[in-house]
């Protein structure tokens, strides 16, 4: 069996990860491919069940443990996992494990945290990972491409949960002169 192909889509906040993931799964149905979309549990921005982009778009998704190791392939073909930074390190051991039974994944992830250092479970899937997609969002100050998640509330928690009421983007400039 051939081993299934591992695509990063990477990002700082409102780069539209969610977005390119719901339109990667949309034509992957399409064409007839079985997918399967997976988020953390931690998320509770949005529906449970669901995964949801901040430009809108939404799709059914399955809610896993910040633990997991394990993810049952069933009839699989290819599995989206959102927000895979949330995760620790055990989901590489899924990821893999799909992998090896010739399951696509695509992942979405931050690219780093809010005080521009990258998630340890984010460092360890990229040697791992066949294609990058890097996506940049508008700066919030000077609408320049922007790859860094300034945040606008004083919480120091790195995996604070938040939207656009708490991030912006920013570029390398304006990220670090406020
Ligand atoms: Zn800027």
Same mark, same amino acid.
């Given at each position: 069996?051939?081993?299934?192909?591992?695509?990063?889509?990477?990002? +700082?906040?409102?780069?539209? &990860?969610?977005?390119?993931?719901?339109?990667?799964?949309?034509?992957?149905?399409?064409?007839?491919?079985?997918?399967?979309?997976?988020?953390?549990?931690?998320?509770?921005?949005?529906? $449970?069940?669901?995964?949801?982009?901040?430009?809108?778009?939404?799709?059914?998704?399955? =809610? #896993?443990? !910040?633990?997991?190791?394990?993810? *049952?392939?069933?009839?699989?073909?290819? =599995?989206?996992?959102? *927000? %895979?930074? /949330?995760?620790? @390190?055990?989901?590489? *051991?899924?990821?893999?494990? #799909? !992998?090896? @039974?010739? %399951?696509?994944?695509?992942?979405?992830? #931050?690219?780093?945290?809010?005080?521009?250092?990258?998630?340890?479970?984010?460092? &360890? %899937? $990229?040697? $791992?990972?066949? &294609?990058?997609?890097?996506?940049?969002?508008? +700066?919030?100050? +000077?609408?320049?491409?922007? @790859?860094?998640?300034?945040?606008?509330?004083?919480?120091?928690? $790195? /995996? /604070?949960?938040?939207?656009? @009421?708490?991030?912006?983007?920013? +570029?390398? &400039?304006?990220?670090?002169?406020?």
């Amino acid at each position: 069996m051939n081993k299934g192909k591992l695509v990063i889509i990477v990002g +700082c906040m409102l780069s539209g &990860k969610t977005t390119k993931l719901i339109s990667i799964a949309q034509d992957l149905i399409k064409n007839g491919k079985k997918v399967g979309i997976f988020h953390p549990a931690i998320d509770t921005r949005y529906k $449970l069940n669901a995964i949801s982009s901040h430009a809108g778009g939404s799709m059914e998704s399955h =809610a #896993l443990s !910040l633990n997991t190791k394990h993810i *049952e392939k069933g009839d699989l073909q290819v =599995a989206i996992i959102d *927000e %895979v930074h /949330f995760f620790n @390190e055990n989901i590489l *051991e899924a990821i893999e494990g #799909l !992998l090896n @039974e010739g %399951v696509d994944v695509y992942i979405g992830a #931050l690219n780093k945290d809010y005080l521009a250092k990258p998630f340890a479970t984010v460092e &360890k %899937v $990229l040697p $791992l990972v066949d &294609k990058k997609i890097e996506l940049k969002a508008r +700066c919030s100050v +000077c609408q320049q491409p922007a @790859e860094f998640s300034y945040r606008t509330t004083a919480s120091k928690d $790195l /995996f /604070f949960i938040g939207g656009a @009421e708490s991030y912006e983007p920013r +570029c390398g &400039k304006h990220y670090n002169h406020v």
